[in-house]
């Protein structure tokens, strides 16, 4: 959003009126705004040189004449809104617009959105599109496949995406803490530090999208929220993008209750591995019950990614593959093991 405030002056000495400016670019990072070192806003300076420029933080204010100051306003304007939509600004692009020329579009029709450093961040496979246009077609979208293949990163940008084009007012994203071979209370710290390494892969995953000073701002003001399963208990989430990743980990009670927490103008994405089940062995994962229970509901999109979605190392295929072959050995052998050890049952009986 850029806004402005303008208060004229008028100096009678020198018979022309001073305007003064105040434009708050407050949706885009200063970071990438201003440029390293302040790199940009000292081309600025030399391409406006009649005017005095001041900028903190996202407020810029600007002192010259009206025509001048005007023009300088509707340039800061259009350089916030490609800054913003492509995170990044080069000096190329402040000369062409201050030119009158329009900023030259980053060519990729296909991307999602542009991490840091202009990164297009896009859907690289055949299901991760399927995925994109599931979310943009249904209000409550699972995502399952084997690990690497992209599935928790895309829907984190499509909630990225939908909060920058202003179709939501935040972000939820959440994780059962639940252990893969290792206890909570071992590890050291209060119950938040503890609980941050389970949501690390999310924190991650944001910090590829979105600058470090405007993810921080995010944080703090509850614009981007992240969570343990646990804390979403009570809540109604409106005007979101939720999601839930490794829900395989979820037992019935919570996957249900994470689910009906969606609220009015909000999406929910749902992730998870059914191969990676980490919860004791008498307790069914909620995930699997959901996938089943919720088949050719309306509005509800499902996605499987496959192997060939990995987009990781590429020896991470050949360990799933291998992975998979074991697997498929192992119930292979369990029919042959039973009916020898039937036999042989059967044999004792017999000698009695």
Same mark, same amino acid.
């Given at each position: 959003m850029?806004?402005? +405030?303008?208060?004229?002056?008028?100096?009678?000495?020198?018979?022309?009126?001073?305007?003064?400016?105040?434009?708050?670019i407050?949706? %885009?990072d200063? %970071?990438?705004?201003?440029?390293?070192?302040? *790199?940009?806003? +000292?081309?600025?300076?030399?391409?406006?040189?009649? @005017?005095?420029?001041?900028?903190?933080?996202?407020?810029?204010? %600007?002192i010259?004449?009206?025509?001048?100051?005007?023009?300088?306003?509707?340039? $800061?304007?259009? /350089? #916030?809104?490609?800054?913003?939509?492509?995170?990044?600004?080069s000096?190329?692009?402040?000369?062409?617009?201050v030119?009158? =020329?329009?900023?030259k &579009?980053?060519?990729?029709?296909?991307?999602?959105?542009?991490?840091?450093?202009?990164?297009?961040?896009?859907?690289?496979?055949?299901?991760?599109?399927?995925?994109?246009?599931?979310?943009?077609?249904?209000?409550?979208?699972?995502?399952?496949?084997?690990?690497?293949?992209?599935?928790?990163?895309?829907? $984190?940008?499509?909630?990225?995406?939908?909060?920058?084009?202003? *179709?939501?007012?935040?972000?939820?994203?959440?994780?059962?803490?639940?252990?893969?071979?290792?206890?909570?209370?071992?590890?050291?710290?209060?119950?938040?530090?503890? $609980?941050?390494?389970?949501? *690390?892969?999310?924190?991650?995953?944001?910090?590829?999208?979105?600058?470090?000073?405007?993810?921080? =701002?995010?944080?703090?003001?509850?614009?981007?929220?992240?969570?343990?399963?646990?804390?979403?208990?009570?809540?109604?989430?409106?005007?979101?993008?939720?999601i @839930?990743?490794? #829900? !395989?980990?979820?037992?019935?009670? !919570?996957?249900?209750?994470f689910?009906?927490?969606?609220? /009015?103008?909000?999406?929910?994405?749902?992730?998870?591995?059914?191969?990676?089940?980490?919860?004791?062995?008498?307790? #069914?994962?909620?995930?699997?019950?959901?996938?089943?229970?919720?088949?050719?509901?309306?509005?509800?999109?499902?996605?499987?990614?496959?192997?060939?979605?990995?987009?990781?190392? !590429?020896? %991470?295929?050949?360990?799933? =593959?291998?992975?998979?072959? +074991?697997?498929?050995?192992?119930?292979?052998?369990?029919?042959?093991?039973? &009916?020898a050890? !039937? =036999?042989?049952?059967?044999?004792?009986?017999?000698?009695?």
């Open positions: 850029v806004l402005r +405030h303008t208060r004229t002056s008028t100096c009678y000495c020198k018979q022309s009126t001073m305007n003064e400016r105040i434009v708050i407050d949706n %885009v200063p %970071v990438v705004f201003y440029g390293v070192n302040n *790199q940009n806003m +000292h081309l600025l300076r030399n391409l406006y040189p009649k @005017l005095r420029i001041a900028a903190r933080g996202s407020v810029i204010k %600007v010259g004449e009206e025509r001048e100051t005007a023009d300088f306003e509707e340039k $800061i304007k259009t /350089l #916030a809104e490609f800054a913003e939509r492509y995170n990044r600004l000096e190329e692009t402040i000369i062409d617009t030119k009158g =020329e329009a900023p &579009e980053i060519s990729h029709d296909d991307a999602i959105i542009f991490g840091i450093n202009g990164k297009p961040i896009q859907a690289r496979t055949p299901n991760q599109k399927r995925l994109v246009d599931a979310f943009c077609n249904n209000d409550l979208t699972f995502a399952m496949g084997p690990a690497g293949t992209g599935k928790t990163y895309i829907a $984190i940008a499509l909630a990225v995406r939908a909060l920058k084009n202003r *179709q939501v007012r935040k972000i939820i994203l959440s994780r059962p803490a639940v252990e893969a071979g290792e206890k909570l209370g071992f590890l050291p710290g209060d119950m938040k530090d503890k $609980i941050d390494p389970y949501l *690390q892969p999310l924190y991650d995953a944001l910090e590829d999208m979105i600058p470090t000073a405007k993810l921080k =701002e995010y944080m703090e003001t509850k614009v981007i929220q992240i969570a343990p399963l646990a804390f979403m208990r009570g809540r109604t989430l409106n005007d979101a993008v939720i @839930l990743d490794e #829900a !395989q980990n979820t037992t019935t009670h !919570q996957i249900k209750m689910m009906t927490r969606l609220g /009015l103008d909000a999406k929910m994405i749902i992730t998870g591995d059914v191969t990676q089940i980490d919860l004791p062995r008498a307790t #069914a994962s909620g995930l699997v019950q959901a996938l089943r229970i919720l088949d050719g509901v309306k509005g509800v999109g499902r996605v499987e990614f496959d192997k060939r979605d990995i987009v990781r190392h !590429q020896l %991470v295929q050949r360990i799933v =593959e291998a992975y998979e072959r +074991h697997d498929a050995q192992e119930k292979a052998a369990a029919p042959a093991a039973s &009916e050890a !039937q =036999e042989t049952a059967d044999g004792s009986a017999n000698t009695d």
